[in-house]
């Protein structure tokens, strides 16, 4: 049990809204050891804010089983708060203090000692790109500020474990990947274990273990190298010159398994790369449609994601609607 | 209205920005800024946090006046005919504004009155909305408890309730699922098609790469505008490197050391989730150098290909190029 830093066994969570009941949790298990990096991805509404809640005890659980370092969900969630980092999705930060003030006062809740907060409080100002305004207060932040603002206040006393959901909504791409560096050094210095939800693909893909979670279940948990390997077939990448002709002519091509959009370039996948493109590059050509360099990339964890919530959604209503699943024209 | 007006109205520039300047005490959230968007346009409005978009935005919709410079939207001041404005544009906040304590139904309801929609109006905008939300069974259900990314879809309904001709999105997709991102910016489209002027802030830049027209703002001050294509050329410092290791953060860590030894001219190496992108003055020329470095320290290349920046690449080349200047 001890071996976990967070566990959640069979774990339910039933809102009763009006008349009916919403199952936000449906029977999940999980297990993140000490020092992992765990993201918890998927759809809106499936369930990720809600579970991180109930372990952390905020809110009550239906049925199952849940701790954190061995500290139960609902029995201990003192002893929780003094040694878990939480950052809610919708945080709020008390608006009359200044940025420095917030961090004492974070720092004066969890007793971190002066010297502690001397030397760690320039830091994460720093990090926080907030040194300049110090004496700014929380409330006149831009909303990527005061994200970091409250990043910077869960890192103050030193957890063991971080729990956070959606760390980075509204933090632009440079800082993001100066929180992730920063999460990558405390795990290497002291093994920090964090748990976090979010809806950036590279970001889960910078996780030790990502869980899948779909309607309040867990349908997938595994290492982003393995998730990926799940979805068949390679991906071809290119940007055409008429975007919706060219989606609707890849889509209705054979041998072609999938086609996903990806800003302006199309993601295009097939079983036979050798086959396929000269095939997908004659017809593009036909109808006249031109493109940059058509080229094999790597899976990621963003089309990964999108393939397999598609499929998902498909065996849902395959299995709702009594019908044969139809086969996959798959040529691996 | 008289034909002649009328033309004329319809001609009239969406967005005009002159010159717009806005200080708080001795502070310039942004700092004499020029620019315009034209009708049916998807204007993307870029940069890092604290670089003044929503300061803009604010002024554009008469919510703070301008220290000084000018706004218009459709034609009207927005410092002194805000009314005006306001009837002409549909507002999406970066901060949830929508009533907790009412269902999502009521919510539209609510935005759509406020507009002035007839009853028989409202009853068909609200089941357009409930469908384009993907909110269908949970009309009743309190606001409050939707999850973040739902509401997020909510509010950019209650926007858009009264069809209006310029619409300004502030983060419009942060908290929402890979999937309805996608969702949305399919609906941008589609009111752009249809004549809607689109300004839009974001923080994904594969989003970014959707807009017709770019404006990067810094630290207050317009920093480039042009189109995504034409800002590739032009602020990119160097050509790309995508690489695929076995390691990436071990990778990036040995290349970070070899930027600081100057081993290798790199300007700059991300990690892009699994993946490497390293800028180097030439790809052609630095390509073999790299992939020697990662060997020599027992990483294995996957592959190392020369490819077109992204707009990531850009804005990461172009905020760095700006703290280097500092
Ligand atoms: N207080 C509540 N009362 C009733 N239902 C709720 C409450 N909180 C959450 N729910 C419901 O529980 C389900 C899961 O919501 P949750 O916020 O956990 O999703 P999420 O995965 O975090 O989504 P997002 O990515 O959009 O933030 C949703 O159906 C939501 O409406
Ligand atoms: N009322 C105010 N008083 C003082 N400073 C303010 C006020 N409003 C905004 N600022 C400051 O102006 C700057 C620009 O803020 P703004 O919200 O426009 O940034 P932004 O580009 O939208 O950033 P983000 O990407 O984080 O949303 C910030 O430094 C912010 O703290
Ligand atoms: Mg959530
Ligand atoms: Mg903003």
């Known amino acids: 049990m001890n071996q976990f830093a967070i566990s959640a066994t069979n774990l339910v969570k039933e809102f009763k809204a009006n008349k009916h009941v919403v199952t936000a949790i449906n029977g999940l298990s999980l297990q993140v050891a000490p020092g992992e990096t765990y993201g ?7 369930g990720k804010t809600t579970t991180t809640r109930v372990i952390l005890g905020l809110l009550s659980r239906t049925s199952g089983e849940s701790s954190v370092l061995g500290f139960d969900s609902m029995n201990d969630m003192y002893e929780i708060r003094k040694r878990v980092g939480y950052i809610a999705q919708q945080f709020s930060l008390p608006p009359p203090l200044t940025v420095m003030e917030n961090m004492l006062f974070f720092a004066g809740i969890h007793s971190v000692s002066s010297e502690q907060q001397k030397k760690r409080i320039p830091e994460l100002l720093a990090f926080a790109g907030l040194s300049e305004f110090m004496n700014r207060l929380a409330g006149k932040l831009s909303g990527g500020m005061k994200k970091k603002l409250a990043l910077a206040c869960s890192l103050i006393h030193e957890p063991q474990v971080v729990m956070l959901d959606e760390p980075t909504l509204g933090v632009d791409p440079v800082s993001r990947r ?14 920090l274990t964090i748990f976090v939800c979010t809806h950036y693909m590279d970001e889960a893909e910078r996780c030790t273990r990502v869980g899948l979670m779909y309607e309040g279940k867990l349908i997938v948990d595994d290492s982003p190298a393995n998730i990926k390997r799940i979805i ?3 991906v071809l990448e290119f940007m055409p010159s008429d975007f919706a002709a060219a989606r609707k002519l890849c889509n209705e091509m054979d041998g072609v398994l999938e086609v996903q959009t ?34 094999e990339i790597e899976v990621r964890m963003e089309e990964a994601f999108i393939s397999l919530i598609r499929r998902q959604k498909e065996s849902v209503e395959q299995d709702g609607m009594l019908t044969q699943k139809s086969e996959m024209s798959g040529e691996i | 209205m008289s034909a002649e007006l009328f033309v004329t109205q319809s001609q009239v520039t969406p967005i005009l920005v002159q010159n717009l300047t806005r200080r708080f005490g001795a502070f310039t959230a942004v700092d004499d800024v020029s620019f315009s968007v034209q009708a049916g346009e998807v204007f993307g409005w870029l940069g890092p946090n604290g670089a003044g978009k929503t300061t803009t935005i604010r002024m554009l919709l008469g919510l703070i006046k301008p220290s000084s410079g000018s706004a218009f939207v459709s034609g009207f001041n927005s410092a002194t005919q805000t009314k005006l404005v306001h009837a002409h544009v549909g507002y999406m906040s970066q901060q949830f504004t929508l009533y907790n304590d009412l269902t999502a139904m009521q919510n539209i309801r609510f935005y759509g009155g406020v507009h002035g929609l007839s009853s028989d109006e409202l009853r068909q905008r609200i089941s357009e909305i409930i469908q384009m939300a993907g909110l269908v069974g949970r009309e009743n259900t309190l606001t409050g408890s939707l999850s ?14 009264h069809h209006p001709k310029v619409v300004f999105l502030d983060e419009p997709t942060a908290g929402v699922d890979p999937i309805s991102r996608r969702q949305f910016w399919e609906l941008i489209y589609q009111m752009a098609k249809d004549g809607v002027t689109v300004l839009v802030t974001t923080h994904y830049m594969d989003e970014a790469e959707l807009c017709q027209r770019v404006g990067f703002i810094s630290a207050g001050r317009l920093v480039a505008l042009d189109s995504v294509s034409q800002l590739k050329l032009t602020q990119m410092r160097g050509q790309v490197l995508e690489i695929n290791v076995s390691d990436p953060e071990k990778a990036v860590r040995i290349l970070k050391a070899a930027q600081q030894s100057h081993q290798v001219p790199l300007d700059e190496v991300a990690l892009y989730g699994a993946q490497i992108h390293a800028v180097v003055p030439d790809a052609q020329e630095y390509n073999d150098a790299i992939q020697r470095l990662l060997t020599q320290d027992n990483i294995r290349v996957n592959s190392i290909e020369w490819i077109a920046p992204t707009l990531e690449d850009v804005f990461i080349s172009s905020v760095k190029a700006r703290v280097d200047a500092n």
């Open chain 1, 232 to 234: 068949p077939g390679h």
């Open chain 2, 148 to 161: 973040g990314g739902w509401k997020q879809r909510l509010a950019l309904g209650c926007a858009i309730v």
């Open chain 1, 262 to 295: 990806y800003g302006d370039k199309l993601h295009v996948f097939v079983g036979d790369v050798a086959k396929r493109k000269p095939q997908i590059e004659a017809a593009l050509a036909s109808q006249g449609i031109t493109h940059d360099n058509l080229r």
């Open chain 1, 178 to 191: 100066e929180f992730w560096n920063l999460l990558g050094n405390l795990r290497a210095e002291r093994g």
């Open chain 1, 40 to 46: 918890l991805i998927g759809p809106d509404g499936a």
